[in-house]
Protein backbone atom coordinates (compact mmCIF):
# COMPACT_ATOMS: atom_id res chain seq x y z
CA UNK A 1 0.00 0.00 0.00
CA UNK A 2 0.99 3.39 -0.78
CA UNK A 3 1.22 6.23 2.30
CA UNK A 4 -0.77 9.11 2.30
CA UNK A 5 1.25 12.01 3.75
CA UNK A 6 0.67 15.06 6.03
CA UNK A 7 0.09 17.26 2.55
CA UNK A 8 -2.47 15.27 1.51
CA UNK A 9 -4.10 15.29 4.87
CA UNK A 10 -4.10 19.48 5.19
CA UNK A 11 -4.91 19.51 1.18
CA UNK A 12 -8.41 16.92 1.30
CA UNK A 13 -9.34 19.07 4.52
CA UNK A 14 -8.95 22.73 2.76
CA UNK A 15 -10.77 20.93 -0.58
CA UNK A 16 -13.54 19.95 1.66
CA UNK A 17 -14.01 23.44 2.81
CA UNK A 18 -13.77 25.38 -0.69
CA UNK A 19 -16.03 22.50 -2.44
CA UNK A 20 -18.73 22.15 0.36
CA UNK A 21 -18.94 26.04 1.59
CA UNK A 22 -20.84 26.27 -2.10
CA UNK A 23 -23.31 23.16 -1.05
CA UNK A 24 -27.02 23.96 0.11
CA UNK A 25 -29.65 21.47 1.29
CA UNK A 26 -33.14 22.10 -0.22
CA UNK A 27 -34.77 17.97 1.06
CA UNK A 28 -34.26 15.70 3.78
CA UNK A 29 -31.76 13.26 1.15
CA UNK A 30 -29.60 16.50 0.48
CA UNK A 31 -29.48 17.50 4.24
CA UNK A 32 -28.35 13.95 5.75
CA UNK A 33 -25.73 13.50 2.80
CA UNK A 34 -23.87 16.84 4.06
CA UNK A 35 -24.33 15.88 7.60
CA UNK A 36 -22.78 12.45 7.55
CA UNK A 37 -19.88 13.39 4.77
CA UNK A 38 -18.81 16.34 6.89
CA UNK A 39 -19.08 13.85 10.21
CA UNK A 40 -17.28 11.27 8.35
CA UNK A 41 -14.11 14.08 7.90
CA UNK A 42 -14.17 15.17 11.45
CA UNK A 43 -13.93 11.91 13.19
CA UNK A 44 -11.27 10.71 11.07
CA UNK A 45 -9.36 14.48 11.74
CA UNK A 46 -9.82 13.27 15.81
CA UNK A 47 -8.40 10.30 15.00
CA UNK A 48 -5.50 11.93 13.06
CA UNK A 49 -5.61 14.40 16.07
CA UNK A 50 -5.13 11.12 18.48
CA UNK A 51 -2.58 9.60 16.38
CA UNK A 52 -0.66 13.11 16.33
CA UNK A 53 -0.35 12.73 19.70
CA UNK A 54 0.97 9.36 19.87
CA UNK A 55 -2.85 8.03 21.68
CA UNK A 56 -3.49 5.00 19.48
CA UNK A 57 -6.17 2.97 21.80
CA UNK A 58 -9.10 4.54 21.30
CA UNK A 59 -8.46 5.34 17.30
CA UNK A 60 -9.89 2.14 15.74
CA UNK A 61 -13.13 3.29 17.99
CA UNK A 62 -13.25 6.19 16.60
CA UNK A 63 -12.61 5.28 12.55
CA UNK A 64 -15.27 2.12 13.11
CA UNK A 65 -18.23 4.91 13.98
CA UNK A 66 -16.61 6.91 10.88
CA UNK A 67 -16.96 3.87 8.50
CA UNK A 68 -20.75 3.48 10.05
CA UNK A 69 -21.50 7.15 8.82
CA UNK A 70 -20.17 6.46 5.89
CA UNK A 71 -22.50 3.63 5.67
CA UNK A 72 -24.92 5.42 5.94
CA UNK A 73 -23.81 8.55 3.59
CA UNK A 74 -23.60 5.72 1.09
CA UNK A 75 -27.03 4.16 2.10
CA UNK A 76 -28.43 7.79 1.72
CA UNK A 77 -27.13 8.51 -2.07
CA UNK A 78 -28.37 5.54 -2.91
CA UNK A 79 -31.92 4.94 -1.47
CA UNK A 80 -34.09 8.77 -0.86
CA UNK A 81 -35.99 7.33 1.77
CA UNK A 82 -32.88 6.09 4.25
CA UNK A 83 -32.77 9.41 6.04
CA UNK A 84 -36.53 8.30 7.63
CA UNK A 85 -34.96 4.76 7.91
CA UNK A 86 -32.18 6.51 10.45
CA UNK A 87 -35.14 8.72 12.11
CA UNK A 88 -37.08 4.47 12.75
CA UNK A 89 -34.06 3.49 13.68
CA UNK A 90 -33.21 6.27 16.99
CA UNK A 91 -36.67 5.94 17.84
CA UNK A 92 -35.92 2.16 17.88
CA UNK A 93 -32.99 2.79 20.26
CA UNK A 94 -35.03 4.97 22.66
CA UNK A 95 -37.48 2.70 22.82
CA UNK A 96 -34.59 0.35 23.94
CA UNK A 97 -33.73 2.20 26.45
CA UNK A 98 -37.06 3.53 27.98
CA UNK A 99 -38.45 -0.21 27.91
CA UNK A 100 -37.63 -1.30 31.30
CA UNK A 101 -38.43 2.52 32.58
CA UNK A 102 -41.42 4.32 31.57
CA UNK A 103 -44.00 2.02 29.37
CA UNK A 104 -45.95 5.18 27.50
CA UNK A 105 -42.83 6.44 26.23
CA UNK A 106 -41.11 3.26 24.91
CA UNK A 107 -44.52 2.47 23.74
CA UNK A 108 -44.55 5.37 21.34
CA UNK A 109 -41.04 5.34 20.70
CA UNK A 110 -41.79 1.63 19.82
CA UNK A 111 -44.90 2.54 17.36
CA UNK A 112 -42.41 5.55 15.71
CA UNK A 113 -39.74 3.41 15.36
CA UNK A 114 -38.42 0.29 13.61
CA UNK A 115 -35.15 -1.64 14.21
CA UNK A 116 -32.19 -0.91 11.43
CA UNK A 117 -28.77 -2.65 12.36
CA UNK A 118 -25.58 -2.70 11.22
CA UNK A 119 -25.16 -5.16 9.23
CA UNK A 120 -28.83 -3.95 7.78
CA UNK A 121 -26.89 -0.76 6.57
CA UNK A 122 -23.79 -2.23 5.14
CA UNK A 123 -25.91 -4.55 3.36
CA UNK A 124 -28.06 -2.06 2.21
CA UNK A 125 -24.96 0.05 0.96
CA UNK A 126 -23.53 -2.85 -0.74
CA UNK A 127 -20.35 -2.73 1.55
CA UNK A 128 -20.80 -6.51 3.14
CA UNK A 129 -17.14 -7.15 2.33
CA UNK A 130 -15.96 -3.95 4.03
CA UNK A 131 -18.18 -5.59 7.34
CA UNK A 132 -16.85 -8.99 7.31
CA UNK A 133 -13.60 -7.37 6.96
CA UNK A 134 -12.32 -4.22 7.88
CA UNK A 135 -14.93 -3.15 10.30
CA UNK A 136 -15.24 -6.15 12.05
CA UNK A 137 -11.63 -5.73 12.70
CA UNK A 138 -12.02 -2.15 14.06
CA UNK A 139 -14.94 -3.83 16.36
CA UNK A 140 -12.54 -5.78 17.98
CA UNK A 141 -10.84 -2.81 19.22
CA UNK A 142 -14.24 -0.82 20.13
CA UNK A 143 -15.33 -3.91 22.00
CA UNK A 144 -12.72 -4.36 24.42
CA UNK A 145 -11.85 -7.79 23.94
CA UNK A 146 -8.92 -9.47 24.62
CA UNK A 147 -7.73 -8.94 21.19
CA UNK A 148 -7.65 -5.04 22.32
CA UNK A 149 -5.72 -5.74 25.01
CA UNK A 150 -2.78 -6.25 23.07
CA UNK A 151 -2.60 -2.52 22.73
CA UNK A 152 -1.71 -2.39 26.60
CA UNK A 153 0.85 -4.75 26.64
CA UNK A 154 4.29 -5.81 25.78
CA UNK A 155 5.43 -9.06 25.51
CA UNK A 156 4.53 -10.07 29.57
CA UNK A 157 4.52 -6.51 30.35
CA UNK A 158 1.39 -4.65 31.23
CA UNK A 159 2.02 -1.16 30.44
CA UNK A 160 0.56 1.95 32.37
CA UNK A 161 -0.56 3.42 29.23
CA UNK A 162 -0.24 2.29 25.62
CA UNK A 163 1.94 0.79 23.21
CA UNK A 164 2.64 2.78 19.96
CA UNK A 165 3.38 1.22 16.89
CA UNK A 166 4.48 3.30 13.96
CA UNK A 167 3.35 0.61 11.69
CA UNK A 168 -0.01 0.73 12.88
CA UNK A 169 -0.54 4.32 13.00
CA UNK A 170 0.61 4.66 9.40
CA UNK A 171 -2.19 2.08 8.74
CA UNK A 172 -4.21 3.96 10.62
CA UNK A 173 -3.40 7.49 9.29
CA UNK A 174 -3.79 5.93 5.50
CA UNK A 175 -7.67 4.28 6.59
CA UNK A 176 -8.30 7.92 7.97
CA UNK A 177 -7.11 10.15 4.59
CA UNK A 178 -8.78 7.20 2.59
CA UNK A 179 -12.19 7.64 4.58
CA UNK A 180 -12.25 11.21 3.94
CA UNK A 181 -11.55 11.20 0.19
CA UNK A 182 -14.25 8.85 -0.35
CA UNK A 183 -16.76 10.66 1.46
CA UNK A 184 -15.75 13.95 -0.28
CA UNK A 185 -15.84 12.64 -3.80
CA UNK A 186 -19.41 10.60 -3.18
CA UNK A 187 -20.64 13.72 -1.78
CA UNK A 188 -19.48 16.17 -5.11
CA UNK A 189 -20.29 13.38 -7.29
CA UNK A 190 -24.11 13.11 -5.84
CA UNK A 191 -23.78 16.86 -6.03
CA UNK A 192 -23.22 16.41 -9.73
CA UNK A 193 -19.80 17.56 -9.86
CA UNK A 194 -17.86 17.22 -12.93
CA UNK A 195 -15.15 15.07 -13.64
CA UNK A 196 -12.04 17.61 -13.14
CA UNK A 197 -13.77 19.12 -9.61
CA UNK A 198 -13.09 15.18 -8.61
CA UNK A 199 -10.05 14.97 -9.58
CA UNK A 200 -8.27 15.73 -6.35
CA UNK A 201 -9.80 13.39 -4.31
CA UNK A 202 -9.39 10.33 -6.87
CA UNK A 203 -6.01 11.26 -7.26
CA UNK A 204 -5.84 10.21 -3.40
CA UNK A 205 -7.84 7.58 -3.44
CA UNK A 206 -5.91 5.58 -6.31
CA UNK A 207 -2.36 6.53 -4.24
CA UNK A 208 -3.49 4.91 -0.83
CA UNK A 209 -5.29 2.35 -2.74
CA UNK A 210 -2.11 1.56 -5.10
CA UNK A 211 -0.52 -1.64 -5.10
CA UNK A 212 3.04 -1.19 -5.12
Known amino acids: MSSGTVDDWVGLLKFR ?3 FKSLSHSVLQEKYI ?26 PVVL ?9 LQCCIRDVSHPEAMTKAQYWRLYELHKHVKSETAEE ?8 SVWDRFKKSELV ?12 HSHGNVGALIENSVGQQILLGSAYDDEKSLQYFDQAINLVALSIKDTLVFYNFDAASLEYPTKIIDKINKTI
Open 17 to 19: DET
Open 34 to 59: LALSIRVTELCLDAVILLNNRRMSSV
Open 64 to 72: RSALESYVD
Open 109 to 116: YKRRGKKL
Open 129 to 140: ELYNGYYSVLSM
